[in-house]
Structure formats: C-alpha cells, structure tokens
C-alpha cells in the first residue's frame, strides 16, 4: 500500500461571527486507499492527540446517499474527480507532496458555523416552500394504476437522485441553487402526482430561494460539472420554462 | 413589490431572479436581431453608392419617417432594460457570495460567460461613441457632409470617411470583438433562460450561438478594414 505525504491548507473558523484564516497542516503517511474524509480524521487525530481542537467537518453514510459532506477541495466543491461526493473521493487521485485547499461550501445563503460546517437549512426552507406533493394518507391505492411514460419516469428519478448537497451553489461563480431547486421541481413536475400543485411549487419554490439570498444563473454550467450525482442543466431550462408559464397562469388567473 | 408599480404582474416579473433573467433573454432577442438587420444593411456597402444610400433613404422614410423612430426607441428601451436589469443581477450575484474562494477554479465555464458586464460595458461605451460619431455626427467633415448626386444625405462617403482613421478603427474592431465574445455566451443562454434548452439540442444551441456571433462579428469587421485597406473608397469627386 502507497502513502502520500500531503500538505493541507484547512480554512480554520471558531464560530458563526468569528474571522477564519487558512491554516497549514502537514498530512504525511496518508495511506492512498483512504477516502478524503479518512484523511481528516488521520489527520484529526494528530491534532487531538496534540491536544489541539479537530477540523470539523459534516459527514454522515460516508457512502455516497446522504449529501452530509461538503468541503471544495482545490476550489472544487467534492474535489477533481467529477461524479462523488467528498466520502467517495480517495486519496489515490491526489500525488506524493501534493498541496490540498480545504475550503467551506461559499455562499452567503450557507453561513459557515465553524472550520468546514456550514449551515444549508435553507435548501430546507426552499423544500418547505412548495417541493412537496399533498396526498391523503392511509389508503393506498392500486400500484400501476396512474400510467407514466417512461422518458418521464426516467427523467423524475434522475432529477429524483439530488442528495441535496449543496455543491452546486458552491461552483456556481455566483453562488445560485438553481440546480437544486429546479431538480427539486421537475422531481414532482414530471410526474403526474406533481401536477395538482405545480404552480404553486415552482412560483413558492423560486420566491423562497431568491429571499434566502443565493445568486442568478447565468448558465456557466459549473453546478453540472461538479454535481456528484450529475443531474444536468437541463433541468434548470426546465424550471425556466415551469416559472414563466406559472407566473403566466397566476397573472391570467 | 413597489407601491408605485403600475402593473403588477410585470413588477413580479422584474423582481424575481427568474423573471428578470426573461426580461434579459427577450431584449437579448430584439438586439440581436437589430444587429443582424444593421449588418445585412452595412454589407450593402460593397454593392457601392447608390445601393447604401438609397438603403439609408428608405430606413428614414419608413412609414413617413415614423418608422425609424418608432425603431429607435424600441432598441433603445430593450437597450436600457437589457442593461439595468443585467447590472442589478450581476450586483445581486455578487452578493450572494461575499466571501470568495481562497483557490478559486473553474471546471467548465466559458472565458466568454465570465466576462458578460465587461464586454457589455465595452460594448455600451462604444455604442454611445459610435451614436455621436454617425447619428449626432460630432465630427464636423461629417455632419457637413455634400449631398450625393440624387440629393440624398451620403452614408457611403460617411462611412468611409469615418474609418479612415487609425484610432476609430481600432475601437470599432476591439468593440466589435468583444460584441462578439458577448453574443457567443449571450444567444445560446437565450435559449436556457427561455427554457428551449434540453440535454439533446444543447450542443446544437451552442454551436448556433457561436457561429451566429461569430457572422455578425465578420460582417461588421470587414467594413473597417476594407475601407483602411483602401478597398473601398471614396467615389470620384462629382
Ligand atoms: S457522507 Fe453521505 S454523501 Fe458523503
């Protein structure tokens, strides 16, 4: 088994209203099988056993599923390897004395609450303003019995795969969510359960993340390229075209 | 939403990221194609005189003279619109990420899409100089230009009177290629924000993109330079 010695450049915040500053961490004999995220916590354990106060870090199923991790690593939010998540992302795609940014997810919607934690309730909030389909429960009905294309089935669950991450809002040069929101929406849109609130969702949806403060697309693209779970930009064309007929429809209505 | 809004579905519209982003994609569209017709028009140029200035004679008779101004005042309104509500997005874009990256990277965005507010105020800046220069006319030999021999104001003599100077050249083709940069982000993100771009049809939006940025530039580059080559000139004094 090889072993890389890094160095890490970690953006190091005591707390929500505290500066931060880079500071510099010597990260020698990292074993190259070890996922970025076993890497901190090498490298945690250093620092406990010095007696000083770990990096902290969001994580969670460590497997891909949860979008619990974050970090832009090398100013790429889940790192260079395109199509993972930061827990997925092994130490193998980094070279012997490589130099390694370590930043928090930036964007003025994602406050920083200390070292690499930021707080991402507001993709919540967004979700809670209309990325949801009312059913009555505790009568299920017949399976199959609502037919769906399957371009549209296909298309829904790939919108469907958003972990809700947040590294999109990262890349994007002006920190927007449009990627998020508008696979969120075309998640329900597709489908004919989405529709009975449709217009409801997108207008609710749009008006929730323009007041949580994240930026305008201006269709760089930047969130696809990072996004693990590659959902493309289509689906923001898509909320595009959603959001001008809703806001027709409620002005004709 | 302002009090003083006169029409509120149109204020909602401007209000919000989405909305205002429409706002830019639709007067995109109208000066975009002011910039096709004003491009066709200037090739007119090389089918000499009589062609051009009979073609600037009907544009200022179009509808007994309305019509150049009813014209004119949609460009410049769609102008305006394009330009504030860009400025206030990009100010807004700003914002939302206040502190930036330490090691800032770029996987996939274009150079051309990262530089839209500059080539727009380039291309702003020069759009006021070349008003002054051949609609106001600021330039005495121009604004006391001779009639042609139909008794027409002389666009072509204009034209190449204007550019035959080194330093308006220069900005015209620095302006122009930056037009260009503008446009090849500009008319594909047309179709994004208006919602026609899919996974299947995006390589061919952004090839339509380029290539028309790319047709409006060559056709308002050759105009300058056929005219400092000496390839066009002044017709024989009559
Ligand atoms: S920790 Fe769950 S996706 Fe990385």
């Known amino acids: 088994m090889a072993t890389l010695n890094l160095t890490l450049k970690i953006w190091r915040q005591d707390g929500p209203h505290k500066a931060g500053r880079i500071e510099t961490y010597d990260a020698h004999g990292i ?53 993972v998540t930061t827990c997925q992302l092994h130490m193998r795609k980094f070279n012997d004395g490589d130099t390694i940014w370590v930043e928090p997810f930036r964007a003025k919607a994602f406050p920083v609450l200390r070292d690499l934690v930021v707080d991402r309730t507001a993709f919540d909030r967004i979700i809670q303003a209309g990325g949801f389909i009312s059913v009555r429960t505790g009568s299920a009905q017949d399976a199959n019995n609502l037919p769906i294309a399957k371009d549209d089935a296909d298309a829904s669950f790939s919108a469907a795969a958003c972990i809700g991450c947040g590294a999109c809002v990262a890349a994007c040069k002006n920190a927007s969510a449009m990627l998020f929101v508008s696979a969120k929406a075309a998640h329900l849109n597709l489908l004919p359960q989405g529709q009975p609130e449709k217009t409801r969702r997108v207008l609710g949806m749009v008006q929730q993340m323009d007041a949580e403060g994240f930026g305008n697309c201006t269709n760089q693209y930047e969130c696809e390229a990072v996004c693990p779970k590659e959902i493309s930009a289509g689906f923001i064309s898509k909320l595009n075209r959603d959001y001008a007929l809703a806001a027709a429809k409620e002005t004709l209505t | 939403m302002k009090k003083s809004c006169c029409c509120p579905s149109v204020c909602a519209l401007w209000n919000t990221s989405i909305g205002k982003k429409i706002i830019v994609a639709v007067t995109g569209i109208l000066l975009v194609g002011f910039l096709i017709g004003h491009a066709s028009g200037n090739l007119l140029l090389f089918l000499g005189q009589e062609a051009l200035n009979s073609y600037a004679e009907f544009l200022h008779h179009m509808v007994h003279g309305v019509g150049i101004w009813i014209a004119r005042v949609g460009i410049l309104l769609a102008f305006v619109l394009h330009l504030v509500a860009t400025v206030q997005l990009t100010v807004a874009n700003r914002a939302a990420r206040p502190l930036e990256y330490e090691k800032p990277a770029t996987v996939q965005a274009s150079r051309s899409s990262r530089i839209m507010i500059w080539s727009g105020f380039t291309i702003l800046a020069f759009v006021i100089y070349h008003l002054l220069h051949y609609t106001v006319k600021i330039q005495a030999n121009l604004a006391n230009l001779p009639p042609d021999a139909e008794g027409r104001f002389d666009v072509y003599s204009m034209v190449i009177i204007g550019f035959s100077s080194w330093p308006a050249t220069i900005f015209y083709l620095i302006a122009v290629s930056l037009l260009c940069s503008h446009l090849s982000h500009g008319i594909a993100s047309i179709f994004q924000t208006l919602g026609l771009r899919t996974k299947r049809n995006a390589g061919l939006i952004q090839m339509v993109g380029r290539t028309l940025a790319f047709l409006i530039w060559a056709a308002f580059v050759v105009v300058p330079l056929s005219v400092i080559s000496g390839l066009v000139h002044l017709p024989a004094a009559s």
């Open chain 1, 31 to 83: 074993p190259d099988d070890a996922s970025f995220l076993e890497m901190l916590d090498i490298v945690n354990e250093r620092i406990i056993e010095q007696g000083g106060e770990p990096v902290h870090f969001d994580h969670d199923c460590r497997e891909g599923i949860c979008g619990a991790c974050s970090l832009t690593i090398n100013g790429i939010p889940h790192g260079p390897e395109g199509a």
